[in-house]
């Protein structure tokens, strides 16, 4: 059990870029008229965004509008890592890319990770655990996540194409040296046996695709993410770091409710967002983070879980106030 800990992690900033282009499930031609209300009642999603740009136009935007959010410089960049699995180019790095389009500083360390549905909190704890190696004053890092998954979508796709959406999300992260108290815990796993849950083919075109088991996903979402939730929790063991609200990857409502359940949380506890954006990969956690944060300044529980078959939860202590954007494109 690959769990963490480290302090003096704070959150400075997120911006989430959401494709204006929206699609609606009750719509949806490849699904029977009558079978629609029905699948829509059964996912939680209705809208589905589409992106006709590739990710690195998504990234690059939320990082110019996470700059000026944050009133960061280029050359207060150390970190730039990518989450993503839909690049257009595998050479170069996607964050090698974005280094060379917005200038930033030579010393900055970049790299993608690739990583679906838990690769937000992937990405928080590789950062978390170079910022404090890093001889600084104030080490900084950008954390880019998310995905354009309607492009490895078949047209045809039952399974699918009703369910994932594309978006990106951007978040501002900085280390002080000064504080030495926990700000944040991990809780990594992966349980490779479900690497067929979702995986890629190549059709008859010979173009890729991606393809979803759902009750494997099903299966192992409830059987692992919430023995995941719980150690992460017993280890923490101090009453104030219990968190506020819970915020899981947005999968689909069958998944998530059932985690809700076996957990036995408080609904109004646990946001949600499927209705209106879909599954957006690793970018969900922070889209649907953004919805409660002027409600809370301590604890949350973040959880991403799926591809891989992965899953990983955080205890994030939030600062008093953390600016944040949701914009269209």
């Not at 204006?20 to 009642?41: F, M, S, T």
């Not at 280390?175 to 849950?197: C, V, W, Y």
């Not at 069958?254 to 036995?264: G, S």
Request: glycine share 6%.
């Amino acid at each position: 059990m690959a769990i963490t800990k480290h302090s003096g992690i704070k959150i400075k900033g997120i911006v989430n870029v959401i494709p204006a282009l929206n699609e609606d499930n009750l719509q949806l031609p490849i699904i029977e008229e009558n079978e629609r209300q029905k699948l829509v009642e059964q996912t939680g999603i209705r809208f589905r965004r589409t992106s006709k740009l590739p990710v690195k136009n998504l990234f690059s935007r939320g990082i110019k509008e996470a700059m000026q959010l944050t009133g960061w410089t280029n050359n207060d960049v150390d970190i730039l890592i990518c989450v993503t699995q839909t690049t257009e180019l595998s050479i170069p790095s996607l964050a090698c890319q974005l280094h060379g389009d917005h200038e930033f500083n030579q010393q900055t360390i970049c790299y993608d990770i690739n990583a679906g549905c838990s690769g937000y909190v992937y990405g928080l704890q590789t950062i978390s655990s170079l910022l404090s190696t890093i001889n600084s004053k104030k080490p900084r890092a950008l954390l880019c996540c998310g995905d354009v998954s309607t492009h490895l979508l078949s047209p045809d796709d039952t399974s699918t194409q009703p369910i994932f959406s594309d978006a990106i999300s951007v978040t501002a992260i900085e280390f002080d040296p000064n504080d030495d108290s926990i700000t944040a815990r991990f809780n990594l796993e992966t349980i490779g046996k479900g690497q067929t849950a979702i995986y890629m083919e190549m059709n008859a075109l010979n173009k890729k695709i991606m393809r979803l088991n759902g009750i494997d996903v099903f299966a192992y979402s409830v059987k692992y993410v919430p023995s995941n939730i719980e150690a992460l929790i017993e280890n923490a063991q101090k009453p104030d770091e219990l968190p506020e609200i819970y915020v899981f990857h947005q999968a689909n409502k069958l998944i998530n409710d059932a985690v809700i359940r076996k957990l036995n949380l408080n609904i109004d506890c646990v946001p949600n967002t499927l209705n209106l954006y879909g599954n957006t990969a690793s970018a969900s956690i922070p889209i649907t983070l953004c919805t409660r944060l002027s409600e809370t300044n301590n604890w949350v529980l973040l959880s991403g879980f799926g591809v891989g078959f992965s899953v990983a939860s955080a205890l994030i202590k939030l600062p008093d106030f953390v600016p944040h954007k949701t914009i269209e494109i």
